[in-house]
Each structure stands twice: as C-alpha cells, then as structure tokens.
Nanobody
C-alpha cells in the first residue's frame, strides 16, 4: 500500500523559510513523478511544484517560482520542498503527492498533509 508522510510544516514569519519533507513507501518511488499541492483556508486544491524521475526536470507554479525549490532523493525515497521568502498567502496545508500529469492537481496518491502558517 502506497504511503506518503509529510513533515516540516509550522509557523513562520513573512520572509522566513521552511523545508518540507515527504517520506514515500509502498510504490516504486524512483519511477514516479512527485508533486506538492496545497490547499489554503476556504480555497480549492492548488498545484505548487512537480519533479520528474531522476530529478532533472522541475516545474513550478507562477506563484512560487523563484522562491520554492523541489528536490528528491531516490536513495531514501524522499521528496523535499524548500520554501524561501514566504508570504502570508503561502499559508495552507501542503500535500505530497505521486503520479498524474506534469502540472495540475490530479494525482494518484496523496499524503495527509502538513500545515504551513505564515504570519507575523
């Protein structure tokens, strides 16, 4: 059974940084496209970033490009999201996900999420 477990969320001031981690198991991680999606309070699911197999190709939503960096470690089945220059509008539950198209919120598997709150 596929499992994705996120960690690293928390409360941070505007302009601060957080690094999210996602430990994957139960499927062949190395051949899976991995994604981060988020859901802000009262809003729908929003695609944030994707990383293809091997980690050479990465995609970002316009709202986070230049501030967030996605990466993966196939040796440990872990995907990361480094978030810098955080804004209040980045406040959301962040979900690690596997599969689906290059961009967008369609996924095959999704974790339980980790809360990120950006507030002064």
């Amino acid at each position: 059974e596929a499992q994705l477990v996120e960690s690293g969320g928390g409360l941070v001031q505007p302009g601060g940084s957080l690094r999210l981690s996602c430990a994957a198991s139960g499927f062949t991680f190395a051949i899976s496209r991995m994604k981060w999606v988020r859901q802000a309070p009262g809003k729908g699911l929003e695609w944030v970033s994707s990383i293809d197999t091997g980690g050479a190709t990465k995609y970002y939503a316009d709202s986070v490009r230049g501030r967030f960096t996605i990466s993966r470690d196939d040796a440990t089945n872990t995907v990361y999201l480094q978030m810098n220059s955080l804004k209040t509008e980045d406040t959301a539950v962040y979900y690690c996900a596997a599969g689906g198209p290059t961009t967008g919120t369609m996924v095959v598997e999704r974790g339980q999420g980790t809360q990120v709150t950006v507030s002064s």
